[in-house]
């Protein structure tokens, strides 16, 4: 039987967080001994109505010992009179840490900008998003090159080492005119570029966050290209708010662009769009050239194109003012973040993060189970929650994928150790 329906409606409730609190003395903390209020194992009890929030401390235990006091203090809450739901939220055990960054402090925006192939003009499309988003008045911007195998900013920019350290020992950004530039081409002093998966990784993530970014409105990351294991990297442990593809408007690179589309969708990245890149020329008649007329990448991609460029020399000229498409593609863009930002999450959205695996599916599940139909449910947790999905749509006996199965259904990544899920039943 549920527990609300054996709690008779007549239990005060506004002495309920002095009864949990005083039941609680009945768990004892299995590093201190003694109960978990007086050990300090719980920080804070508090009650909405008849729900229950307990935070814990969980730091210093190993996973399944995190998991076994964490479900005691959550049976012992339930078992007080009055409490229709509890839930437990804490800092996470020791070891349950991943690997995702922290992004830097003082940076609002970071705007990835990736390919599926190398050659198609990422580099070309990064340096010159960066300085367009910097030609706006008041705008600090940062380019953060991050193309193990063609670092080709510090060269499109000409930037030279050495790099400067800070006071905090951290790699200052060189000065690029408009905005700041820092490369991994700039550390490797002209040495042949071959880095290995576990060595690239953190050559990415560890000048990223080692780089004295200072404030920036907006940082542009010049990722490598391709699908591969260092992309993935990057993109799971880069705080990234939105990703630009680029693609030629060749059959074969759209198609490997709609394979770069999907692994950034199903790691949470919100896609802002696509640059179709050498899209024609003008020639010396004046005529223009549409060296692909009958390829539609908006609608091969079902992602907005962002612009179209053409082929041509203006395209690539970082010396004179920035191309009139790159100051249209820096509005594009600006304009999708705000489509992808409006996704705002309310206080009480069941936060997972910190809670051992096993307890967050059961917490998760109990939660949902009690929203009324047409009533959103948020939750928070640390890593892509979509697996949750099914045992969501089985805990309210439904069957089908979540998209099917709810009114409502999205998965979006807010950042390093932030996703949120969203559903309406
Ligand atoms: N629209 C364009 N018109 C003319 N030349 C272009 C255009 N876009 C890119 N290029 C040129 O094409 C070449 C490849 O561009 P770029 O280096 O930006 O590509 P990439 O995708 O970053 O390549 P890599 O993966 O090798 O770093 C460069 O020489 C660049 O100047």
Redesign the pocket.
């Known amino acids: 039987m549920a527990k609300h329906d054996i709690v008779p409606d007549d239990v005060p409730t506004d002495d309920l967080a002095d009864r949990v609190r005083n039941g609680l003395r009945d768990v004892e903390d299995p590093d201190l001994g003694g109960n978990v209020l007086d050990s300090g194992l719980v920080t804070a009890v508090s009650v909405d109505e008849r729900v229950v929030r307990i935070d814990a401390d969980l730091t210093g235990f190993d996973e399944p010992t995190a998991e076994d006091v964490t479900e005691a203090i959550r049976r012992r809450a339930l078992a007080t009179p009055g409490v229709e739901r509890a839930t437990v939220e804490g800092d996470a055990p020791d070891g349950a840490a991943d690997d995702e960054i922290d992004g830097p402090a003082g940076v609002d925006t970071v705007i990835a900008v990736a ?1 599926a192939k ?8 990064s340096t010159q998003l960066a300085r367009a988003l910097a030609a706006e008045p008041d705008h600090d911007v940062g380019l953060f090159d991050a ?1 193990l ?2 670092p ?1 900013v510090p060269e499109l920019l000409d930037l030279e080492g050495p790099i400067a350290a800070d006071a905090e020992g951290n790699a200052e950004p060189i000065d690029a005119g408009d905005l700041t530039a820092m490369s991994v081409g700039l550390i490797a002093n002209d040495e042949p570029l071959a880095w290995r998966g576990a060595m690239a990784h953190e050559a990415v993530s560890e000048l990223f966050e080692d780089t004295a970014w200072g404030e920036l409105d907006t940082l542009v990351v ?1 990722l490598p ?1 391709g699908t591969g294991d260092i992309v993935l990297t990057a993109l799971q442990s880069l705080p990234i708010d939105g990703a630009v593809l ?1 693609s030629t408007p060749h059959p074969t690179s759209v198609a490997d662009t709609s394979r770069s589309a999907t692994l950034f969708e199903e790691n949470g990245v919100p896609l802002l769009g696509t640059v179709v ?2 899209r024609g020329f003008t020639c010396d008649c004046g005529r223009e050239h549409d060296l692909f007329p009958d390829t539609d990448v908006e609608r091969e991609l079902d992602k907005p194109v962002l612009c179209e ?5 203006r ?2 000229d970082f010396d004179d003012g920035v191309p009139a498409e790159m100051i249209d593609l820096a509005d594009a863009v600006r304009e999708r973040l705000e489509d992808v930002d409006d996704f705002s999450v309310p206080d009480h959205a069941l936060d997972l993060r910190g809670l051992p695996k096993p307890i967050r599916h059961e917490q998760a599940t109990e939660e949902f189970r009690v929203t009324e139909p047409g009533e959103w449910f948020y939750l928070l947790n640390d890593h892509d929650p979509s697996p949750l999905a099914a045992e969501l749509v089985a805990a309210v006996g439904r069957d089908g994928p979540p998209g099917d199965a709810f009114e409502e259904y999205e998965v979006r990544r807010r950042g390093p150790n932030e996703w949120v899920m969203a559903v309406s039943r």
Request: charged content about 25%; glycine content about 16%; proline content about 8%.
């Open positions: 390919s190398g050659g198609v003009g990422k580099t070309t499309v193309d195998y063609g080709n010049d290209p680029v890149n050498m460029l053409p082929f041509d020399e395209v690539r």
